[in-house]
């Protein structure tokens, strides 16, 4: 009952305070509510878009393996991609023969490329591949067909595209099947529209701004004939060890081995995975100092009000309080003004991901939520100590008599 | 039941400069006694109530309470003594405005360093009966009479049971007749209940009310 009532006195004399320096309050608590906020949006930014990449992923279908160019230390630290070798099509001859690969298919890749019709431009990523990048990537038709071994042998000028770039450059999507768009300096006709993976939203198209075109079709434009990536499925989940194997044997006779690598999609996400947790990470330390510089407005203010209740201090004192008690009662006061700002915090960055949801997957986790209130309490607590001392180191007789 | 022994006070104004409030004070107060400690101000006499009721620590002498050399106990024991031992009663009344009449008579139980006997929370309905203040209890303290506050801060002197109410110019801050109530009641409960009491007064009229003087004079008792 004593502790209820102490506690009771001690929250109610802090509320009491607060409502009659409402301005005060609200502007110590805005440092916390700001910082709270930055922390919590680029934590929920970051896994957002690592979330978002996972589907991204996830909607290519499971098994799928790439060769790449450079070794595996300098992929997975996230560079060595662009550059290095470049593979052909003898490549692609050698890997099909190894067992249990389903599918198989070069990938030349060309970013920031431009399509246009009716005097509409969209900026998309060129994919020169085969047939096989179709159940390879689970491609899926909308309207017109899918890209057939007549199509790549031929090398014509024929290509697919999402409906969501489909859309922007024509009225409707099912007209723009037969139609010519210009890519490159070339005309290309749309065989067949393919569904939306989703995603996208994000400045980028994700994987819906890619134009699917014949391989021989880029040589115009890829004069060596080569290509960054080859893409190959697994039969099963238990036959990537021995694929890996093999097929690094197989490359290994033309390449050196730090030349290139052999990888699962597992390893690649994990790669983006790590890259994003590092810039988040760094990102989410930076958005901290703010909440530092809150902890400070907070440091100031419980100063301010320690030499205001001076007297306060003195008379409870005098009733027989204890210097843990004047402690107790000022770490109470800074810590629900830093609860404040947190809370504030938090129901801002609901409304805000609320909304952002519509772009990408964004949602709070209990995690940020937890993060959150722990921080702001333990912000009024490392903040708060130093005034709280103040107050209780003050001889009882001196904050009696304080006019 | 409390023994002042040789106890002296210093204030170090600067470097250079010190003030001495109090000088070799010896004094003994026994139980049940209603002192007055008299004398122009600055004389040293609020110094001696603070140092008697543990607010500050003599810069030299010891204090003894019941028996017990209470000079040097640390802050905590010393605050539970102050806690259950002694009830203050000041001119400036010094209650706390954000608690109601009944949260502050009830704050030193908030304190309190071990179970009571009691329950205070009908401890203090009774003292608000007891003085006059009925009705009061929910009411802030700047919202009634002075003399009503001051009752207020007696009962609050009083919620603990204490051995010994310390009054620092209790009427001061009041009208004569407003006055003279409270020095009536500090009088009933001297001799109902056997509290002893200790006033600081300059006023010769309330020191007339007391059963012993004690004058002082340049932090000295003569």
């Given at each position: 009952m004593k502790y209820i009532r102490y506690l009771v006195f001690t929250i109610k004399s802090a509320f009491f305070d607060f409502s009659r320096s409402k301005g005060r309050t609200f502007l110590t608590s805005l440092g916390i509510l700001i910082g709270v906020m930055a922390v919590v949006l680029l934590m929920v930014l970051g896994?957002?878009?690592?979330?978002?990449?996972?589907?991204?992923?996830?909607?290519?279908?499971?098994?799928?393996?790439?060769?790449?160019?450079?070794?595996?230390?300098?992929?997975?630290?996230?560079?060595?991609?662009?550059?290095?070798?470049?593979?052909?099509?003898?490549?692609?001859?050698?890997?099909?023969?190894?067992?249990?690969?389903?599918?198989?298919?070069?990938?030349?890749?060309?970013?920031?490329?431009?399509?246009?019709?009716n005097g509409k431009t969209e900026i998309v990523e060129i994919v020169g591949s085969s047939e096989q990048i179709v159940p390879m990537f689970n491609l899926e038709v909308e309207y017109g067909r899918l890209m057939e071994k007549k199509d790549v042998q031929k090398g014509g000028k024929v290509i697919m595209l999402s409906t969501t770039v489909v859309e922007k450059l024509f009225d409707s999507a099912e007209e723009s099947v037969g139609k010519n768009v210009t890519m490159e300096n070339q005309n290309f006709k749309i065989i067949g529209v393919i569904k939306s993976k989703g995603g996208g939203g994000l400045g980028g198209g994700g994987l819906d701004d890619h134009a699917y075109i014949p391989f021989k079709a880029t040589y115009s434009f890829n004069p060596d004939k080569k290509f960054y990536a080859i893409y190959f499925k697994a039969e099963n989940k238990d036959a990537i060890p021995q694929i890996k194997e093999d097929v690094q044997r197989l490359l290994e006779r033309r390449y050196d081995k730090d030349d290139f690598s052999v990888l699962e999609q597992k390893e690649i996400m994990e790669t983006i995975s790590s890259i994003f947790s590092i810039i988040n990470t760094v990102l989410v330390a930076i958005a901290a100092i703010s909440l530092v510089v809150g902890g400070i407005?907070?440091?100031?203010?419980?100063?301010?009000?320690?030499?205001?209740?001076?007297?306060e201090i003195g008379i409870r004192r005098a009733l027989g309080a204890k210097k843990s008690d004047i402690l107790a009662q000022f770490l109470t006061e800074s810590v629900i003004l830093s609860?404040?700002?947190?809370?504030?915090?938090?129901t801002v960055s609901y409304v805000i991901v609320f909304f952002l949801q519509s772009l990408f997957p964004a949602y709070i986790d209990a995690q940020s939520i937890i993060l959150a209130l722990g921080v702001s309490s333990a912000i009024g607590i490392i903040f708060g100590v130093f005034p709280a001392k103040k107050a209780a180191d003050l001889t009882p007789m001196d904050a009696i008599r304080y006019e | 039941m409390i023994k002042l022994q040789g106890v002296w006070k210093e204030y170090q104004i600067d470097r250079e400069i010190t003030f001495t409030a109090l000088k070799d004070i010896t004094l003994t107060i026994e139980k049940g006694e209603f002192i007055g400690v008299v004398g122009p101000s600055g004389c040293g006499k609020s110094t001696l109530m603070y140092v008697m009721g543990l607010l500050d620590q003599p810069t030299k002498g010891s204090i003894h309470v019941d028996e017990k050399n209470v000079t040097g106990l640390g802050d905590d024991k010393i605050s539970a003594l102050r806690n259950a031992f002694f009830g203050f009663v000041f001119q400036q009344f010094n209650l706390i405005n954000k608690l109601t009449v009944l949260e502050n008579i009830l704050l030193p139980s908030v304190y309190a360093s071990v179970k009571l006997s009691y329950d205070p929370l009908e401890k203090a309905r009774d003292l608000v009966d007891k003085f006059g203040l009925k009705g009061k209890e929910n009411s802030y303290p700047n919202k009634i009479s002075g003399g009503q506050q001051?009752?207020?801060?007696?009962?609050?002197?009083?919620?603990?049971?204490?051995?010994?109410?310390?009054?620092?110019?209790?009427?001061?801050?009041?009208?004569?007749?407003?006055?003279?109530?409270?020095?009536?009641?500090?009088?009933?409960?001297?001799?109902?209940?056997?509290?002893?009491?200790?006033?600081?007064?300059?006023?010769?009229?309330v020191a007339e009310r007391t059963r012993r003087t004690i004058k002082m004079v340049d932090g000295q008792i003569v």
């Open positions: 896994l957002g878009l690592k979330r978002y990449i996972e589907q991204q992923f996830e909607s290519l279908g499971s098994n799928l393996m790439y060769v790449m160019p450079g070794s595996k230390a300098t992929i997975t630290r996230g560079g060595g991609i662009v550059g290095g070798i470049k593979f052909d099509d003898k490549d692609v001859r050698t890997i099909e023969k190894v067992k249990s690969i389903t599918y198989i298919a070069p990938g030349y890749a060309k970013a920031g490329s431009t399509v246009e019709a407005g907070i440091m100031n203010i419980m100063y301010v009000t320690v030499t205001e209740r001076i007297r609860l404040i700002g947190g809370i504030l915090g938090l | 001051q009752r207020v801060a007696i009962a609050r002197a009083l919620i603990m049971h204490p051995e010994c109410i310390l009054a620092d110019e209790p009427t001061g801050n009041l009208d004569s007749k407003t006055g003279e109530s409270i020095l009536d009641l500090l009088s009933e409960l001297n001799r109902e209940e056997k509290i002893t009491i200790v006033v600081v007064t300059h006023d010769a009229h």
